[in-house]
């Protein structure tokens, strides 16, 4: 754009001062000719092959030596061309023009005015500083497509980094519902397919009614177990103020299964939590409170949910029966939630798990994980 501005400008005054000269039409219709060619290859130069293009440049060099020939002021007009040269044409064909350009140049400041150290380096100056601002620009056209081109690149590599995270995220989630569905589901499952079973082959009724009490008591314990992985999987309202009635109604199941009493207490002014925050804490509490309903034998439970500092704290007490935390074993994973697995869990997200029990004075089980308020994060 600015080459055309500068191009028409400096042609149009110099037609301008041939014409109060005295330049005859031929000369006026010849710069016309002159700027209809540099318009037309401005508009489609890129689109032409190499050899128009060349052609191009040098049809109007061609013109402009007649107009420089024929009129001195039309020498100015070679700086913007010698541009356009610089910046279509290979480097050495643009140098090559230029000093022949230069040399009418010349030749034309010698007959006017004579021979002076100005006359030969007003236009080879002028030639270098044209060739060289056009170099530069190619340089940074091509610098900036580069970096476009890098930054393209980086754009995608993050775009399939997110892609590969959110797959990992998927699967784990996938081993993780497994295993509860293993742990919970699946065990509550066989027992009451065995429990059937025996009672099929049973002949008396006595027993039989015993089986039926105790198919119906598995059963409503798997009940409790779905719920649970439900609620942990998709809490009804996001927030503080939605994980708080399934902690309640997780805690309150718990409590009814071992005929304990159940005490909950939700921070009112947590702030809405991040869904990754929700889950890894519903996961906690589901697994404590597992090892509660299993383990215990509590007659009290409190679940108590705080922010503390730029962390949030799941605490989960009982009175029950306890355990030495130093020589306690992993359950296996038919057998039961395993503090280490919790612990794990909890650590993928920057969380903490601490345990403190002794036998006969109950257990303390307290998780925490980094504060992350919904929306900065998932």
Same mark, same amino acid.
């Given at each position: 754009?600015?080459?055309?501005?500068?191009?028409?400008?400096?042609?149009?005054?110099? *037609?301008?001062?041939?014409?109060?000269?005295?330049?005859?039409?031929?000369?006026?219709? =010849?710069?016309?000719?002159?700027?209809?060619?540099?318009?037309?290859?401005?508009?489609?130069?890129?689109?032409?092959?190499?050899?128009?293009?060349?052609?191009?440049?040098?049809?109007?060099?061609?013109?402009?030596?007649?107009?420089?020939?024929?009129?001195?002021?039309? %020498?100015?007009?070679?700086?913007? &061309?010698?541009?356009?040269?610089?910046?279509?044409?290979?480097?050495?064909?643009?140098?090559?023009?230029?000093?022949? $350009?230069?040399?009418?140049?010349?030749?034309?400041?010698?007959?006017?005015?004579?021979?002076?150290?100005? !006359?030969?380096?007003?236009?080879?100056?002028?030639?270098?500083?044209?060739?060289?601002?056009?170099?530069?620009?190619?340089?940074?056209?091509?610098?900036?497509?580069? /970096?476009?081109?890098?930054?393209?690149?980086?754009?995608?590599?993050?775009?399939?980094?997110?892609?590969?995270?959110?797959?990992?995220?998927?699967?784990?989630?996938?081993?993780?519902? +497994?295993?509860?569905?293993?742990?919970? =589901?699946?065990?509550?499952?066989?027992?009451?397919? %065995?429990?059937?079973?025996?009672?099929?082959?049973?002949?008396?009724?006595?027993?039989?009614?015993?089986?039926?009490?105790?198919?119906?008591?598995?059963?409503? *314990?798997? &009940?409790?177990?779905?719920?649970?992985?439900?609620?942990?999987?998709? @809490?009804? /309202?996001?927030?503080?103020?939605?994980?708080?009635? @399934?902690? *309640?109604?997780? !805690?309150?199941?718990?409590?009814?299964?071992?005929?304990?009493?159940?005490?909950?207490?939700?921070?009112?002014?947590?702030?809405?939590?991040? $869904? *990754?925050?929700?889950?890894? %804490?519903?996961?906690?509490?589901?697994?404590?409170? +597992? /090892?509660?309903?299993?383990?215990?034998?509590?007659?009290?439970?409190?679940?108590? &949910?705080?922010?503390?500092?730029?962390?949030?704290?799941?605490?989960?007490?009982?009175?029950?029966?306890?355990?030495?935390?130093? /020589?306690?074993?992993?359950?296996?994973?038919?057998?039961?939630?395993?503090?280490?697995?919790?612990?794990?869990? &909890?650590?993928?997200?920057?969380?903490?798990?601490?345990?403190?029990?002794?036998?006969?004075?109950?257990?303390?089980?307290?998780?925490?994980?980094?504060?992350?308020?919904?929306?900065?994060?998932?």
């Amino acid at each position: 754009m600015g080459q055309s501005v500068l191009f028409g400008g400096l042609l149009l005054i110099a *037609t301008g001062l041939a014409a109060a000269r005295g330049a005859g039409w031929s000369l006026i219709s =010849l710069a016309v000719v002159l700027m209809a060619v540099f318009v037309c290859g401005m508009v489609w130069h890129r689109r032409l092959a190499p050899a128009l293009v060349a052609a191009w440049v040098g049809l109007m060099f061609a013109l402009l030596l007649v107009l420089m020939w024929l009129a001195p002021e039309f %020498l100015w007009v070679a700086f913007p &061309l010698w541009m356009v040269a610089a910046a279509t044409l290979p480097l050495l064909v643009a140098l090559l023009l230029a000093a022949v $350009t230069v040399a009418m140049s010349v030749t034309v400041l010698v007959l006017a005015d004579g021979h002076s150290i100005g !006359t030969v380096l007003g236009p080879v100056t002028g030639a270098l500083v044209a060739i060289g601002i056009a170099r530069g620009v190619i340089m940074l056209e091509r610098e900036m497509q580069e /970096n476009q081109r890098l930054l393209r690149e980086l754009v995608g590599a993050q775009h399939e980094t997110a892609r590969l995270q959110r797959e990992a995220g998927v699967l784990e989630e996938r081993a993780r519902l +497994a295993h509860d569905i293993h742990d919970t =589901l699946a065990q509550g499952f066989s027992s009451v397919v %065995l429990l059937a079973r025996a009672a099929t082959r049973e002949p008396e009724q006595e027993r039989k009614d015993e089986y039926l009490h105790q198919i119906e008591q598995s059963a409503a *314990t798997n &009940l409790a177990d779905a719920r649970r992985v439900v609620y942990a999987l998709a @809490p009804e /309202n996001p927030g503080a103020g939605g994980i708080a009635e @399934p902690l *309640t109604r997780l !805690t309150e199941e718990a409590a009814n299964a071992i005929g304990a009493t159940a005490s909950v207490r939700i921070d009112p002014q947590l702030p809405r939590l991040a $869904t *990754t925050s929700e889950v890894a %804490l519903l996961h906690g509490a589901q697994g404590a409170l +597992a /090892n509660v309903r299993q383990h215990s034998g509590a007659t009290r439970l409190a679940l108590e &949910l705080v922010r503390s500092g730029d962390e949030v704290r799941l605490d989960v007490v009982d009175d029950g029966k306890g355990f030495d935390p130093a /020589n306690r074993r992993e359950r296996s994973r038919g057998g039961g939630y395993g503090l280490t697995a919790l612990r794990e869990r &909890l650590a993928l997200l920057g969380g903490t798990l601490e345990v403190e029990s002794e036998p006969g004075g109950g257990t303390a089980v307290s998780l925490s994980v980094p504060l992350r308020v919904a929306g900065e994060g998932s």
